[in-house]
């Protein structure tokens, strides 16, 4: 299974792929993620890609296009993947299709998860994130156990640099002048499914499943 998880920042879409990929046993590629790790190794990529990110804005689609590339030339990807924070504009849209056409691949599913401005404040601004697994918590929503340790692997959490209320308000601007377009982009291809995502997490993750494996036509938008 090919999916992507469409959705503005605090949808839920790591925490909803991190879930799917285990439960489907399929790769989880976040370019956040890739892009974290750029910058937290100090690689030439991350120190290019740490400015725009502290300012809310998209890295530049030539340096976020040849990362995928990299991560889609790994054999673990011919099983499929869950593709979270790309593409994020028609430019990159267009560039997955290329490299997906190149290893004869195509997408199965674009799930957007359809979620309000109010909850994706009060998500992020209260979001904690693991410094070594990269699993997701919630301050009042999803607190870990012992404060400020990850559940599942007792790394350190840490509120990521990027989700202060300013930054995030710009993040949500740059989503929304770029989304109409994808969707639309994936409406045509009539891979698009609309899921709503303002609920918790596990209710949305059912959702997800049972559209995922009854690949229902009528809920494509
Ligand atoms: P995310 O973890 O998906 O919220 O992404 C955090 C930040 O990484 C974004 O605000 C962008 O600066 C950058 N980023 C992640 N994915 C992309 C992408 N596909 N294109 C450009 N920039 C991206």
């Given amino acids: 299974m090919k999916i992507i998880l469409l959705g503005p920042p605090g949808a ?3 925490t ?6 285990e439960k489907l046993q399929l790769p989880h590629i976040s370019t956040g993620d890739l892009l974290r790790g750029n910058v937290k190794s100090q ?3 991350g120190q290019e890609a740490k400015d725009f990110m502290d ?6 689609d030539e340096l976020v296009n040849k990362m995928l590339i990299e991560r889609f030339g790994s054999d673990d990807v ?3 993947f869950i593709l979270d924070g790309y593409p994020r504009n028609i430019n990159q849209a267009k560039a997955l299709d290329e490299i997906l056409k190149d290893k004869k691949m195509e997408i199965d599913d674009v799930l957007y998860l359809d979620t309000s401005d109010s909850i994706i404040i ?3 601004s209260g979001r904690l994130v693991c410094s070594n697994c990269g699993a997701n918590f919630h301050v009042k929503n ?19 640099s990027d989700d202060n209320e300013e930054t995030i308000r710009k993040r949500l601007n740059v989503y929304k002048n770029e989304v109409s377009s994808l969707i639309e982009y994936y409406k045509q ?8 995502a303002d609920d918790e997490a596990e209710i949305v993750l059912n959702k997800i499943i049972k559209l995922i494996h009854t690949h229902n036509d009528s809920s494509k938008v």
């Fill in 122 to 124: 009060q998500r992020i």
């Fill in 55 to 60: 300012k809310g804005m998209l890295v530049p």
């Fill in 189 to 196: 291809a009539g891979k698009l499914s609309r899921i709503p």
């Fill in 43 to 45: 690689t030439p990529l």
């Fill in 142 to 160: 999803m607190p870990p156990k012992v404060e400020m340790v990850c559940d599942h692997c007792g790394g350190n959490l840490y509120q990521r």
């Fill in 12 to 14: 839920g879409k790591g």
């Fill in 16 to 21: 909803q792929a991190k879930v799917m990929a």
């Fill in 78 to 80: 011919k099983k499929g």
